[in-house]
């Protein structure tokens, strides 16, 4: 199962916590999920440096935080969250975020 959102723009200087719900099953919690960060549309060629790649889950939203003074302007990033929940199912989710100076 998959699922897509969008994420409100992003300044680069900006550092948010950024969480997603993902798809999972009533009764279901996530224990764990890893994220992977490319470019959607834009320019950037070290994608990866806009967050430190590590992930917390709480029921069903996992979160990451954008690392401050990263991502290029006029870039949007998709940001793929692979979970494994508390029956061992995995389920992804995809977030697209646009860095734009200025932010939202």
Known sequence: MIAYQ???NVDPTE????SATMPI???QTLVSATVVVTVFSGIDPTPSAIT???CSV???V???LKTANTGV???TYLFTFTGVTSTGKHVVGSVTL???TGGA
Do not use: E, F
Request: include cysteine; aromatic fraction near 4%.
């Open 98 to 100: 646009p860095v734009v």
């Open 15 to 18: 550092d948010p916590t950024l």
């Open 58 to 60: 709480s029921g069903a």
């Open 62 to 64: 996992v979160s990451c």
């Open 6 to 8: 969008t994420w409100s």
């Open 52 to 54: 430190n790649g590590l």
């Open 73 to 75: 302007n006029g870039t």
């Open 25 to 27: 099953q009533t009764g």
